[in-house]
């Protein structure tokens, strides 16, 4: 989704601009707030030899002279036995890596000599589709490499609820977490070497994902998540240690898992609000996070709440006739002209033929077939037609013609309605309407390659003053990297965990009401929309009031 | 050396008499001033089930519910696990197990309904020869069975020394561990078997031994321990996890050491103090162990004091010509009658013909000979006889007479020297001379077993009032099952490992000359000694004043 091929160009924070021309800002906005205080920490000691007058054991000086710096540091047993090697090796100037544990502070490594300059850790975004995994240098906070492929339990499950299902049969939960520790590891390795990294020299990594993703990685049933009353086995795992799940870092290695807020929300979500920065404000905020599940969370610095609905897959691109995945060669984005109604559309990858069509250029197409009436606000074609062609079949790539069917634009009206219905569900909890939110976050793969116009035309974002809508990216991968550099953002994560308030849809009768209700494009009531009312009234698609 | 075959009477403290008729007290005395606060606590809940309306998810639900009992607990990775399924399984009625870990609580087991009833620790004395484990219900503090066996070490090297020696070769370390462990896992199968306690049950082991013994048991090197300037890796190594080690328990029991002060000072000694209180009271007391090393510690509630000199085997029957451990068939006690020069003995393990003379029949003789008039106040054969028999070769279990050599003897005198030496040096490092011990404490097995007036005669042990000298038994055990069934007695332990001074001998020059002049019966100033000075007296082996 957010890579073609193996090369994945992260941005973190996007504001969005007028007329799609997105100003692209790297993390500098939002890092720069960081005080840099990693989960690990390594600190120099020159210890004092020890002697007949001073015959303190060698992990007792050592722990001592730790104390006096960062307070009493538990020292595991694997690492006492290579304390007096070590001690020794440069004459008593070590490097001890200490990180949490528990309620204390552990050792996690202890090197000879001087080595604070090369100081690792790991931030890994673990998608349902993707895997990201981001090589931090934790001196500096700088990002040495990133690399992402492809989930490999995706191939055992395409989306979660399978998933989820299958980790229930016999060996199920262990192979689905090996298939993405495999992942993981896949891209460590290369990470490490193209950077000059021993997987030793990485003493901390911190995972976001959904709670799923979360449960598998850890190698805990999921099977309570998707049944009434939907009950993960844990939200805040807390801080666990690299070696027990099997990720080729420091055995020893801190493992920090964002925390979740209920089965739907997960720790990917929580991720996007720290990122944002909305719990900390003052204005009311919308952030949404649309993928399989489309997750909603609204509130500002005294509240915050949260949904989630069943997206489905139709935004993926996984059920149109024509659709696929945001790989090369699929249509990513599409104009037609008003007055000639020229199609235009381009592909991922460049100048390729293009193979099909992904979500986000299914988007532009509704936004286009609305704004030149080839659709009504019901979405149903106009002219009679059963479907509309975008490519004759002599300019793709597979030989066969790209059409928008009927069929394809109901499965997307669903999926939107699901949206919509989320967000009214969970506004009406909280005893809001659209009109009061200030400042809208769009989270996730999807909302960062999405036409914002288009997708405010269909009504999946609400309408407000474009500068007022900022994209987050991977705000997963960097909420990650954040509770990675800094103790403080952990706090602040599990501050937000613990503040959301989760609505269940799953069990919310006004939803299902909602839902069925909600498929009007964008919105039965348009004076919610006042940008796409004008643009409809422009175009002589709306009668006069 | 305490037991014979395979069963053990163990009696914590017993208090010296007079005339060898010792009043066996049982560990009541000291267990009655514990108030129970085990290392680790069983806590049954009844949790509420979890609903739309309260979708906490499993462990955290779990989590907040001892945390309100206990504060924050760290719950492992494998525990949550197993979550979901034993919360459901008697209807959200469980029971935790938690214990200390690092600075804060860990959870160490969940099971199914209320089993607190079920809730068992291991108090496992290692030393040298022999590994003793008692097996302890922690809800009440009894001790529900006792097992003592050889340490499995002892076959790959005889005396501490040797096994360090042997550490070092490759796989040798290994093989000392794995020695050990075997010992006391099989101590510990019949134990539970014998009392129907399953292994996972048992969630707390405490450990008390010599310094190399724990470092041997926790795979840690002792190599350095015997090399000046004498550095163990580890004096207090903490709380650990018993699966580390691989004790056949549950696999994430707390597993603790009792803290040594040094080399050569090790957890074994801490117990002794911490069983007999002496670091507790205004008195000055002394307490020595004497084994194939002699450990003394001096002081009281402001200070403590500690040595240890190399005692050598003598006193363990090792070297004497036919000496024999403290096994049946050995002779243990001996008298002769000052009228007749008859002799008699007693053989450990009732009327079994002897077969050699242990540690405390030494004792026994040369006390006795002195008393008799056979040896010289330097330990030399008054009458030109170069042996004396004991036991004519017609009523030796071997065909063989038993007898001791002028050899067996001036062995016997370096060791006694040795002790003698140590005790002085130490009483001088802290500006005390004999005089001002106002309580004396035998620890170990030794100390068990030996006839206090003989010690006292050849001046091993301090001749003061009789009512003062306490024997302690086995404190190494006493004290491992206290620090088990409280938390204070563990910081205590601690405490006095922290406030021992510790003096190496290893390195004194003092020591070394007091070495050489202390080799005389009792002692080379007679008036530290007034009981046997009026004995010697009685029977005309002194001149008059």
């Given amino acids: ?26 993390s500098d906005r939002t890092a720069g707030e960081i005080q840099l205080d990693p989960l690990t920490k390594k600190i120099c000691l020159c210890l004092e030899p020890p002697s ?31 304390v007096p090697g070590v001690c020794r090796e440069r004459d008593w100037a070590v490097t001890a890596t200490v990180g949490p544990a528990g309620a204390g502070t552990k050792m996690i490594d202890l090197e000879a000599g001087d080595t604070t300059a090369r100081h690792f850790g790991l931030a890994v975004d673990v998608g349902t589709t993707t895997v990201v995994v981001y090589l931090v240098d934790l001196g500096s906070g700088e990002i040495l ?37 495999k992942t993981i590891n896949g891209l460590l390795a290369g990470l490490t070497e193209r ?38 086995v844990v939200n805040l795992p807390g801080l666990l240690q690299a070696g027990e799940v099997g990720l080729q870092v420091n055995p020893q290695a801190v493992l920090y898992c964002l925390p979740g807020v209920g089965s739907y929300i997960g720790g990917d979500v929580v991720a996007g609000v720290l990122v944002s920065g909305m719990h900390r404000r003052k204005e009311i905020a919308m952030l949404v996070d649309i993928g399989t599940n489309g997750e909603i969370v609204v509130g500002n610095e005294e509240w915050l709440a949260a949904c989630a609905g069943a997206a489905g897959p139709a935004l993926e691109g996984g059920v149109a006739r024509a659709g696929m995945r945001a790989e090369p060669g699929a249509i990513e984005h599409v104009r037609i002209d008003p007055k000639t109604g020229k199609i235009c559309y381009n592909t ?23 704004l030149n009436g080839i659709i009504d606000r ?24 790209i059409a928008i069917t009927q069929t394809d634009i109901n499965n997307f009206m669903r999926t939107k309605g699901a949206v919509n219905a989320a967000v009214e569900t969970l506004l009406e909890g909280v005893g809001l309407d659209l009109q009061a939110i200030e400042r809208f976050y769009a989270a996730g793969a999807f909302g960062h390659y999405l036409c914002l116009e288009s997708a405010v035309t269909i009504g999946l974002y609400p309408d407000l003053p474009r500068e007022r809508m900022i994209r987050l990216g991977n705000s997963a991968g960097e909420g990650a990297r954040q509770v990675l550099l800094s103790n403080r953002k952990r706090l602040e994560a599990e501050e937000i ?30 004076d919610y929309f006042p940008t796409v009312k004008a643009r409809l009234r422009e175009r002589g698609l709306l009668p006069d009031d």
């Fill in 1 to 26: 989704m957010i890579f073609a091929g193996n090369k994945v160009p992260v941005f973190f924070v996007e504001v969005a601009g007028l007329n799609d021309k997105w100003k692209v800002i790297l």
């Fill in 497 to 526: 965990a613990r503040r959301v308030t989760y609505f269940e849809l799953n069990a919310s009768q006004q939803f299902m009401n909602r839902f069925i209700g909600s498929k009007f494009l964008p919105h039965t009531n348009l």
């Fill in 52 to 82: 007949l007058k001073d015959n303190r054991a060698d992990v007792d000086r050592l722990r001592e002279a730790l104390g006096h710096l960062v307070g009493p540091v538990d020292v595991p047993l694997v690492l006492m036995r290579k």
């Fill in 195 to 232: 950077c000059g990294v021993a997987p030793d020299e990485i003493t901390a990594a911190v995972v976001s994902g959904n709670s799923t993703m979360i449960h598998l990685l850890l190698g805990l049933d999921p099977g309570l998540i998707c049944r009434e009353p939907y009950i993960p």
């Fill in 145 to 181: 490499g990133t690399s992402a492929d492809y989930n490999a339990q995706a191939p055992l499950g395409e989306d979660i609820l399978t998933r989820i299902y299958l980790s229930g049969s016999t060996g199920g939960l262990a192979g689905m977490q090996e298939a993405v520790v």
């Fill in 378 to 401: 019901s979405g149903h074609f106009q002219h009679g037609s059963g479907s509309f062609t975008l490519v004759p079949a002599a300019e793709s790539a597979t030989g066969a013609e």
């Fill in 348 to 370: 991922i990858g460049g100048n390729l033929k293009p193979a099909g069509i992904c979500g986000s250029g299914l988007v532009d197409c509704l936004a286009e077939f609305l």
